[in-house]
């Protein structure tokens, strides 16, 4: 039977990567969820107790993203996909837009984004302002229920079906920068291997699902992502 040619690299990245962006990542010591609590801030049940407490939240990632600047590793990944004779999609938990201001086209938002506002009412989407209010109205039905285009626990990721199919095509399943403690994208690996890729895990230290990657590679994103892509753009 014919096989469909199978030349895709999957990478899935997390906070980690953005990490020497200057970004607080979730879970490390004196991480965001160290600070806030995940059902106060990044729950739809939090959101309707205290949307201003949410909104205040996300209006402060949103500051510090649109000043962070992109690492080496977010840029190293952009040259691989310009240079990579195939398809390289990133699959990105992060809400901060660094893949594309290092230049990467083809990323995935399955948490969402912090540019982007979301109608709660009639689920229009448009770009988010810099600073959004409790008080703003859609601007599709006038609804004041607008919200951070934010994937919050309990609400499902976007992209599922195309990051199934991605890895159905895909020779090699890379994770970056997260620790592995959040569904689904914590069980892509195991999704990877059963589809018969292979599986690399680059990460400052072994993640939760570490013994389920062929291969790790462990250190700060911005020295193991670089040499890695060198690695794999070697003639
Ligand atoms: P975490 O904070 O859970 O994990 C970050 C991982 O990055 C840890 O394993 C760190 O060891 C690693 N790390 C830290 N600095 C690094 C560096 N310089 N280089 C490489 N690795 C580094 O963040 P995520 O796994 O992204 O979801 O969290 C997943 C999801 O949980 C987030 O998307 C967010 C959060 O709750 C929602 O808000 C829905």
Redesign the pocket.
Same mark, same amino acid.
């Given at each position: 039977m014919f096989e469909p040619m199978k030349n895709c690299i999957t990478i899935l990245t $997390?906070? $980690?990567?953005s +990490?020497?962006s200057g970004l607080g990542?979730?879970?490390?010591e004196g &991480?965001l969820?160290a600070q806030q609590r995940?059902e106060d801030v +990044?729950t739809p049940e939090g959101f309707a107790r205290n949307p201003e407490l949410v909104q205040g939240f996300y209006n402060a990632r949103r500051a510090q993203a649109v000043e962070a600047v992109p690492n080496a590793a977010h840029e190293a990944l952009a040259r691989l996909e310009a240079e990579y004779d195939g398809e390289v999609l990133i699959v990105t938990? @992060?809400v901060d837009g660094l893949h594309e201001k290092a230049g990467s086209r083809n990323v995935l938002h399955m948490?969402g984004a912090l540019n982007g506002a979301l109608c709660a009412a009639c689920e229009h989407r448009w770009e988010a302002p810099l600073v959004m209010h409790v008080a703003d109205s859609c601007p599709n039905c006038a609804a004041q229920a607008t919200r951070p285009d934010? !994937?919050?626990?309990g609400e499902m990721p976007y992209g599922m079906e195309q990051i199934d199919e991605a890895l159905q095509r895909s020779t090699l399943f890379a994770s970056i &920068?997260?620790? $592995? @403690? !959040?569904y689904p994208?914590a069980g892509f690996v195991a999704e990877a291997r059963r589809l018969g890729c292979a599986t690399i895990e /680059? @990460? /400052?230290?072994p993640?939760e699902g570490f013994s389920l990657f062929d291969e790790a590679r462990h250190g700060?994103?911005?020295q193991t992502v670089p040499a890695w892509v060198a690695k794999l753009l070697k003639p």
């Open positions: $997390g906070a $980690g990567i +990490a020497e990542t979730f879970r490390d &991480g969820w995940i +990044a938990q @992060n948490h934010i !994937v919050w626990f &920068g997260t620790s $592995g @403690n !959040v994208a /680059l @990460n /400052l230290e993640s700060a994103a911005t």
